[in-house]
């Protein structure tokens, strides 16, 4: 029979190893079993000071809350059953750990190379900041998983981030960072809202094995990064592909109100592509060295005031297992494309005309399969120049006006989608016209349509003016910010540089910006509340400078 002595010794021992609901504020640079005088702690809240770093090296904590401070994760540690969650906490993660579930309020989490990071259940990433150090991993397996409020993850060579179900991404940024070997997300599906997915440096992976879907979001791949998915819509969104990065959708690509941009030699390939709701599909960036293309296995639809443009130059192309595409409502065939399929002559890419290719530079919309040919330089001779706020006086001259039936004036504010403004006949060798609705502030390309009269269309070389602003046209709201996040308007989808400084002049970050007329804004986590940033947004020749406060 055991002593109460014994008993009364055994009790004290188990009691000093766990401790229930407790709260400790933690001054001074410690570990958790000194803290809480044992190995065991459920529901416990630890407010750390400042500067202060509480370390795990060993222990269980359950449903434990961390304020503040620091979280150094650096032994073999247990986070059963309950929610972990870190609130403005730098997070250093240096040995392999496991959450039930976890959520990160206003934190920076750091994982070390090697280190894994699971987490079971639900996964909140909440205006935190994730930076995956080269060949360490983060696994969420459970749901719901959320990336929002501007939060920035970043992987590196290697890394990896994984989610088992849906990854949502809301007003926050994705950036795959690497040097020499490629990363990897995927996920089960991915949705982006008012987000910025940027891969630079080596190749890397994104790989949705169902819907990717973005909408008023920005998607940047370089290298030979890589998007798949079995179907993917993007609404006011802006894709850019360079180099020979690729897209590629199992099923149907769904542009709506959107821009895809394929630089390069990129490529997206598709079972159908839509382009709706004034979407634009640029292929190719006109460089002779360009071998950019686009594949609609089964078939391309351009409907209202869409279209699908390939540009001059290079060996670009649009392909499809099938010899028609559907433009506006109407269909038209491909069966005896000529469409620029002997272009070598000026590009040295000669192309074998086939009825399911057609090459640059063409346009393909609502009326029809367009090609174009260039001129040689001399040809026509046009010059523009500013003739007051909103007008731009035109002239050129032909040397082979007998050979042609009509000129038209075409004007481009966003740089590559051309309006006819003014037909003429052809009539002389010389010709004057006045734009007196030229868009003021803004800088606009000219260039003049020739129709021979054997029906094929000409293209000048294009002359470009800058007029004078009459208003603002890039705004930014809200003002103060709504947390860390804030827009910048824009009237057109030209390219624009957005810089942010502190009040003294220290750069915090920029970005280029391109394709849509509003793009989300996420401020550095760093940045205090109450504190004044200035914004200075650049678009060409013009720059605009705006004080904004951070909420």
Not at 249 to 259: A, E, F, I, P, Q
Not at 402 to 410: C, G, I, K, L
Request: a neutral charge.
């Amino acid at each position: 029979m055991r002593s109460p002595l014994f008993l009364t010794t055994l009790l004290v021992v188990l009691l000093s190893q766990s401790v229930n609901a407790a709260t400790y504020n933690v001054t001074s640079n410690n570990t958790f079993n000194s803290v809480i005088g044992g190995s065991s702690c459920t529901s416990c809240i630890f407010n750390i000071t400042p500067g202060k770093t509480l370390t795990f090296n060993s222990g269980t904590c359950d449903g434990c809350t961390f304020t503040g401070g620091s979280v150094n994760i650096a032994g073999n540690t247990s986070f059963p059953n309950h929610t972990t969650s870190f609130n403005n906490v730098t997070v250093a993660v240096n040995y392999n750990v496991t959450f039930t579930a976890a959520s990160f309020f206003g934190s920076s989490v750091t994982l070390a190379s090697f280190v894994a990071m699971q987490v079971n259940n639900a996964m909140t990433v909440d205006n935190t900041d994730i930076y995956l150090n080269p060949l360490s991993a983060v696994t969420a397996s459970g749901t719901p998983v959320s990336v929002q409020n501007g939060s920035n993850i970043t992987l590196t060579d290697l890394a990896v981030f994984t989610v088992s179900n849906t990854l949502p991404v809301s007003a926050s940024t994705i950036t795959m960072n690497t040097v020499f070997f490629p990363a990897q997300l995927t996920a089960a599906a991915i949705t982006m809202t008012g987000s910025q997915l940027t891969v630079t440096g080596a190749s890397s992976i994104i790989q949705s094995n169902n819907n990717f879907d973005a909408t008023s979001s920005t998607i940047s791949l370089n290298s030979s990064s890589a998007i798949t998915a079995s179907s993917s819509t993007l609404t006011s969104t802006a894709l850019t592909l360079n180099t020979s990065s690729s897209m590629t959708v199992t099923n149907g690509l769904d542009l709506k109100s959107s821009t895809a941009v394929l630089n390069g030699s990129s490529n997206i390939t598709a079972n159908t592509v839509t382009l709706e709701s004034n979407s634009s599909a640029l292929i190719g960036d006109g460089t002779a060295g360009g071998a950019a293309w686009l594949k609609a296995a089964n078939g391309l639809k351009a409907l209202d005031n869409s279209q699908l443009a390939i540009a001059p130059g290079g060996r670009d192309y649009y392909t499809t297992g099938v010899s028609s595409f559907t433009g506006g409502t109407t269909t038209y065939s491909l069966t005896n494309n000529h469409i620029n399929c002997n272009y070598g002559s000026v590009t040295s890419h000669a192309n074998s005309c086939n009825s399911s290719r057609v090459y640059g530079c063409a346009t393909m919309n609502k009326f029809g399969a367009i090609g174009c040919i260039s001129l040689a330089l001399g040809d026509i001779d046009l010059r523009a120049r500013v003739a007051g706020t909103n007008a731009v006086s035109l002239s050129w001259s032909d040397p082979l006006s007998a050979v042609a039936s009509q000129y038209e004036v075409q004007r481009c504010t966003d740089g590559y989608n051309y309006t006819t403004i003014f037909t003429t006949t052809a009539t002389a060798e010389n010709y004057h016209y006045t734009d007196a609705a030229a868009p003021s502030g803004k800088t606009v390309d000219y260039r003049i349509v020739r129709t021979g009269k054997d029906g094929q269309s000409s293209y000048s070389d294009i002359s470009t003016v800058t007029l004078a602003s009459t208003t603002t046209d890039v705004q930014l709201y809200p003002n103060p910010t709504a947390g860390h996040n804030f827009f910048i308007t824009t009237p057109t989808t030209a390219e624009l540089d957005a810089s942010i400084f502190t009040i003294s002049g220290q750069l915090l970050t920029q970005t280029r910006l391109k394709g849509q007329t509003r793009y989300p804004i996420h401020l550095p986590s760093g940045i205090a509340p109450g504190s004044t940033v200035v914004v200075r947004v650049s678009e060409r020749q013009n720059s605009q400078t705006f004080t904004v406060l951070v909420d």
